[in-house]
Structure formats: C-alpha cells, structure tokens
Nanobody
C-alpha cells in the first residue's frame, strides 16, 4: 500500500522556522517527483514547492522563494520542506504529493498527482 505521511507542523511565531517531513511507505520515493501544497481556510490548494525525480530540479512559488527549501533523503525515503522566516500568510494545512511521471512544468498543479498525504497544520501567529 502506497502511503505518504506528513509531519513537523505546529505553531510558531512570525520569523520562526519549521521543517516538514513527507515520509513514504510501500514505494521508493526517489523514483517520484514530490510536491508540497498548502491550503488555507476558504482558499484553493496551491503548489508551494516541488522536486523532480530525475535530477532533483526544484520549483518554488514566488511567495516562498528564498525562505523555503525542498530536499530529499533517499536513505530515509523522505522529502523535506525547510521553512524559514515564516509569515502569518504561510498559515495553512500543508500536504505532500508524489507522482512517477509528470511534466516538471506542471509539478505545482494538484491535478498532476495521484498520491497524497493527510496534511499537517502550520500556524504562524504572534
């Protein structure tokens, strides 16, 4: 059974940091492109960052560039999202998703992915 499990969410003050983890079971994650998405209350789910399976190319949405970093640890079958300089507008449920074959230019689109985790809450507030 293919499963993705996110962890690492929590409540932090503005300017703080969190590292989200997306751990895979039942499949080898390094053969999959992985995307991080977030969904705030009343808003559509949006693509935040993604990493390719072929050469670990990365993508970041403009609002997180320079603050977030996506990375892989193949030995742990896990993808991470390091989030620094967090802002209140980063508050959302964060999801990871995986797919074997995709056009990397579409890696931030929800319709690209078949495998999703359950989400982890990130709250940035003073």
């Amino acid at each position: 059974q293919l499963q993705l499990v996110e962890s690492g969410g929590g409540a932090v003050q503005p300017g703080g940091s969190l590292r989200l983890s997306c751990a895979a079971s039942g499949f080898t994650l390094n053969y999959y492109a992985v995307g991080w998405f977030r969904q705030a209350p009343g808003k559509a789910r949006e693509g935040v960052s993604c990493i390719s399976s072929s050469d670990n190319s990365t993508y970041y949405t403009d609002s997180v560039k320079g603050r977030f970093t996506i990375s892989r640890d193949n030995a742990k079958n896990t993808v991470y999202l390091q989030m620094n300089s967090l802002k209140p507008e980063d508050t959302a449920v964060y999801y990871c998703a995986a797919e074997t074959s995709l056009l990397f230019r579409e890696c931030a689109l929800t319709r690209t992915y078949n495998y999703w985790g359950q989400g982890t809450q990130v709250t940035v507030s003073s």
